[in-house]
């Protein structure tokens, strides 16, 4: 069995700065990349940033710029660097996985780990 476990997510002022992390574990052969999405009340989830395990990283452009993604994959760790918060970032945060199992590759979900960012 695989689990995705996020954490760091909390109360923060407009402006401040919080710090995601998210680890995987299980019967993992390895991991091809791994990612963040996140989910506010009412809206769909979202893309938001990806690293892969050749060290490719991607963000969506509404992140870029204030958000960070960092990790060792080969530990089976991603994190998520949140500076400059808003408001409108308040959401609940999901770490994402592609890895490969004994049984294949598939994609695994996190808990969530809720962002609430006060004005």
């Known amino acids: 069995q695989v689990q995705l476990v996020e954490s760091g997510g909390g109360l923060v002022q407009a402006g401040g700065s919080l710090r995601l992390s998210c680890t995987a574990s299980g019967s993992i052969l390895s991991i091809d990349a791994m990612a963040w999405y996140r989910q506010a009340p009412g809206k769909q989830r979202e893309f938001v940033a990806i690293?892969?395990?050749?060290?490719?990283?991607n963000y969506a452009d509404s992140m870029k710029g204030r958000f960070t993604i960092s990790g060792d994959i080969g530990k089976r760790t991603v994190y998520l660097q949140m500076n400059s918060l808003k408001p409108e970032d308040t959401a609940v945060y999901f770490c994402?996985?592609?890895?490969?199992?004994?049984?294949?590759?598939?994609?695994?979900w996190g808990q969530g780990t809720q962002v609430t960012v006060s004005s």
């Open positions: 994402s996985a592609n890895i490969r199992t004994n049984y294949g590759p598939n994609n695994y």
């Open positions: 690293v892969t395990a050749g060290g490719s990283i």
